[in-house]
């Protein structure tokens, strides 16, 4: 099979589709900023169709009544085509995101373990019993809940649409994925890939377009039973507006202002090669991004000469070159609000150590060089606000209890990392760090096995793991009287 991917069209009813309306729109290679294809822009009816599509097939389709291990057979066989077209999915990853091909490689094998992952938790859907006070026997059972409409962003479109997708189809839910407008076209070939593995007909539909429209839309459809949203902190919120009229359950990963935390017991060298990734990985468009780092006063300038110095010799270049290390923002746009934060930053009063601007003798693309602030303090937009950018904050700290007061200052809470060797004070700030996810000598924040998720405005609901299931499942309590 032959991943169309020129003129790919959306999926619906298990059919290839273009909008009602014959609308097309332009998708951008962020580092040529050339056109690389045209996608059907769907309107009204192209959601109401598709969303329709997704009932019939959960209310009458083989879909909801195929047996566990079946519905298993056709995630395993999805997890395997994603595998086989790893490259071209991982090099359409590259060329419409700007992110360096080693990191869309690593991200697409990553999707097709997910798809593993969920394949295996379908005959894991346990419920309960529960020794009720009434005689008799009571248990509960998890159900699918309808129509899942999950909306996803442009910073890693085929991973997350694949947190969302998996664990949906898993509890036997009908989906319409609806991708960013920068970065359709991975989402539009997963559901080619799901029409080969054998997905009947409307349980996995994409509609392509845009949020405020296409996105606000399919929230408000009244057949759509759950929404699950990543992106804008402000987006969620309009999103759970939508969805209130009709008591909609919604699951959101929002925004973030991640801290690095980092004490004088550790090997700077060692923290600043293990945090470049989560500083600048994906051009600091993460929602996970490190882009506070408090670090204790003894080591504070040792580590932002080093984080400086390693900045300055990143390898900021062409995607598609794999010694690429950070590759184009995703839109002229993007890098213009990320250039605003390094003005803020500056008339503020930090001192700006490295980069921010446009590297010398690029002609084409969104490319920034990565930027390192210092002498930053709490008060500060930069230290507060989500630049979604190759920006970091260096903030310096003395003690425990501030430092606390300091991380916790924040409307966001997704993810963080805690380096030093005293384990004991490791846990200490652990406990009390409010983030929902956190690693200890180390950066990564997903694991695929395991919650993932933000307190505060961050979002709500866990993804990932066996937790991910709650979010796709009702719970029925069922009680056969044995008095
Ligand atoms: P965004 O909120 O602009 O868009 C996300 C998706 O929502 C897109 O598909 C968009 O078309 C759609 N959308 C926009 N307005 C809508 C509306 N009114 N109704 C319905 N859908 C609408 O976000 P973005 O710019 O694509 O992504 C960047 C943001 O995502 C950052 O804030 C980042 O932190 C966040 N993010 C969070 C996580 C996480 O897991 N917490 C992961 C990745 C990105």
Redesign the pocket.
């Given at each position: 099979m032959v991943l169309e991917t020129k003129a790919p069209r959306m999926w619906i009813d298990g059919q290839p589709a273009s909008a009602v309306s014959g609308k097309e729109f332009a998708v951008v290679n962020p580092a040529t900023e050339e056109e690389l294809a045209r996608v059907p822009e769907a309107g009204a009816e192209d959601v109401d169709r598709a969303v329709r599509a997704a009932h019939r097939a959960f209310e009458e389709g083989p879909w909801t009544r195929l047996r566990p291990r079946e519905r298993a057979r056709c995630l395993f066989r999805l997890a395997d085509l994603i595998r086989e077209h790893r490259e071209p999915l991982a090099l359409l990853e590259a060329q419409n995101v700007g992110k360096p091909i080693r990191d869309a490689r690593d991200e697409v094998g990553m999707v097709a373990d997910c798809f593993e992952y969920y394949a295996g938790a379908v005959t894991k859907l346990f419920g309960e019993t529960i020794p009720t006070n009434a005689p008799g026997l009571d248990f509960t059972l998890r159900e699918p809940i309808g129509v899942c409409a999950l909306?996803?962003?442009?910073?890693?479109p085929l991973v997350?649409a694949s947190w969302k997708v998996a664990p949906a189809l898993a509890a036997g839910n009908a989906v319409v994925l609806?991708?960013?407008?920068y970065t359709p076209l991975t989402a539009l070939a997963l559901g080619q890939l799901a029409q080969e593995a054998g997905l009947p007909p409307g349980v996995v539909n994409v509609v392509a377009g845009?949020?405020?429209t296409v996105?606000?839309e399919l929230?408000r459809h009244p057949l759509v039973a759950k929404v699950a949203?990543?992106?804008?902190?402000a987006?969620g919120r309009?999103?759970m507006g939508?969805a209130a009229e009709g008591i909609k359950r919604v699951s959101l990963?929002?925004?973030?202002k991640s801290p690095l935390i980092v004490f004088e017991d550790t090997d700077i060298d060692q923290v600043v090669e293990s945090s470049l990734g989560v500083v600048y990985g994906n051009a600091g468009q993460d929602?996970c991004a490190r882009s506070r780092a408090f670090v204790q006063r003894e080591v504070y300038d040792a580590f932002c000469e080093a984080f400086a110095a390693r900045s300055r010799r990143l390898r900021v270049g062409d995607p598609l070159d794999p010694e690429t290390e950070m590759g184009p923002l995703i839109s002229g746009a993007q890098r213009e609000r990320v250039r605003g934060y390094v003005a803020v930053g500056q008339e503020e009063g930090a001192r700006l150590l490295a980069g921010g601007g446009v590297p010398a003798g690029v002609g084409r693309g969104f490319y920034l060089d990565p930027a390192v602030f210092t002498d930053v303090t709490p008060a500060m937009r930069i230290a507060r606000e989500?630049i979604?950018g190759p920006v970091l904050a260096v903030l310096p700290f003395t003690d425990e209890e501030p430092l606390i007061r300091a991380v916790n200052d924040s409307i966001y809470g997704?993810s963080g990392s805690i380096w030093t060797r005293d384990l004991g004070r490791a846990l200490r700030v652990a406990r009390r760090v409010q983030t929902g996810v956190l690693s200890i000598n180390g950066s990564t924040s997903v694991h695929l096995e395991a919650p993932f998720g933000?307190y505060k405005q961050?979002?709500l609901g866990r993804e990932l793991g066996m937790h991910a299931l709650q979010l796709y499942t009702e719970v029925k309590n069922v009680h056969i009287a044995l008095g």
């Open positions: 909306i996803v962003p442009w910073n890693f997350i609806k991708p960013a407008s845009p949020g405020g996105g606000a929230v949203f990543t992106g804008e902190t987006t309009a999103i939508l990963e929002l925004g973030g929602c989500e979604f997704l933000g961050s979002g």
